[in-house]
């Protein structure tokens, strides 16, 4: 690629080259301030990786559920899912738009971690892969709302996409030889979801008359229940 092409690539996939710049930047930074020891539990922690303890303690910290799409756990974890973020969020991209792109990312990412929050409250979590899958789970409300025959086809192939990479993490990844730290399946399955429902609410807008309007009324009721819940119940439960 020569520079026009890359300008000309960037001008296309804003959304994608913002993302992947500023979450590995984010990374050079912890690794800048910790060195060797940016991936232990305390450090992660002081970076803004999710906790649920410390925000049943303080609930000023329900911003925790907003750092973790921007902290990762080790130069492999990053290089995984900047990998999967570049190259196929690109594709997505020409697809959302990268407004919509940009809204569904981080909005799946929050959402992800609330039902991390929710259903696995004691575990330390970081990591962009629930954002990621958003945006999968986009692309197959797409095909499901709008009910349009291309879009539909992408979106089945992005499903099948879903379900075998979720199959994949119940294998132990130390088996092949890589050390990812422990893969939260919650905030893949959570992201999937979340991405899905807003798919509906925040459509590409040359969509929206695609997709019929009670759609956006009952993903929009169901998106803000659910994310309710999984925030306000840890606190009830506990």
């Not at 990786?49 to 973790?68: S, V």
């Not at 990479?165 to 130390?174: A, V």
Request: glycine share 10%.
């Amino acid at each position: 690629m020569n520079f026009e092409q890359v300008k000309r690539d960037f001008l296309s996939h804003k959304a994608t080259y913002i993302l992947v710049s500023v979450t590995t930047l984010i990374w050079l930074g912890q690794f800048l301030t910790f060195g060797n020891q940016a991936t232990s539990g305390i450090n992660l922690f002081n970076s803004g990786a999710l906790f649920g303890p410390a925000i049943l303690q303080d609930p000023t910290q329900f911003w925790r559920l907003i750092t973790p799409i921007f902290i990762h756990i080790g130069w492999l974890h990053l290089l995984m899912n900047m990998l999967i973020l570049f190259f196929i969020g690109r594709m997505i991209e020409d697809i959302l738009g990268w407004k919509c792109f940009f809204v569904i990312y981080l909005l799946s990412g929050i959402f992800a971690n609330a039902v991390t929050f929710f259903l696995t409250p004691n575990v330390l979590s970081a990591g962009a892969s629930g954002a990621i899958f958003g945006l999968f789970g986009a692309v197959v409300g797409l095909g499901y709302f709008t009910e349009m025959p291309v879009f539909k086809q992408i979106g089945k192939t992005f499903a099948v996409m879903i379900v075998i990479m979720l199959l994949l993490e119940f294998f132990d990844f130390q088996t092949l030889g890589l050390s990812v730290g422990n893969v939260n399946i919650w905030a893949h399955i959570g992201g999937a979801i979340g991405g899905l429902m807003l798919a509906a609410i925040f459509p590409p807008k040359e969509l929206k008359r695609a997709i019929p309007r009670y759609y956006k009324w009952i993903t929009t009721s169901v998106f803000l229940l659910m994310f309710a819940a999984f925030v306000l119940l840890p606190f009830i439960l506990h």
